[in-house]
């Protein structure tokens, strides 16, 4: 399922949940930049560029889907950033209930985003 084009206009909303559509990676959410809490939880996504751009995000729950791996990258993709740089203002990030590998590159990427804000990211399967 995606959503509808009419989506794009609602450029000014801040919180928006999306649990429990089977939305898949074609979600179009790129032009509500200003969104400061995103709930995706019990859908069937795999991955999340489309918060690149959302810089306000504060809340992103994308828990119980299909994901394997996470990224957040900076001007270039060789830039691996942690979500404190690509998102700032995130506090609370949830990805339990995923199929995401814990790798070195993962272990960092979470102990950055735990030191700024403990007991605010949820990880496990």
């Keep these: 399922m995606s959503l509808p084009p009419s989506f794009q206009s609602l450029t000014s ?6 649990d429990n559509n089977q939305l898949q990676d ?36 994308l828990s119980n889907n299909k994901i394997n791996s ?3 990258f900076g001007k270039t993709q060789n830039e691996f950033l942690s979500p404190t740089n690509s998102l700032p203002r995130l506090k609370m990030l ?23 804000h403990p007991n605010k990211i949820i990880f496990h399967h």
């Design 26 to 61: 074609d979600i179009s959410l790129l032009s509500l930049t200003n969104l400061q809490i995103l709930y995706l939880s019990n859908n069937l996504i795999t991955e999340f560029s489309f918060i690149e751009q959302m810089v306000l995000l504060e809340e992103l729950d």
């Design 70 to 72: 996470i990224f957040f």
């Design 94 to 116: 949830d990805l339990s209930g995923n199929k995401i590998k814990k790798t070195k590159k993962i272990s960092k990427l979470l102990n950055s985003f735990g030191s700024k």
């Design 13 to 18: 909303l801040q919180y928006l949940t999306l």
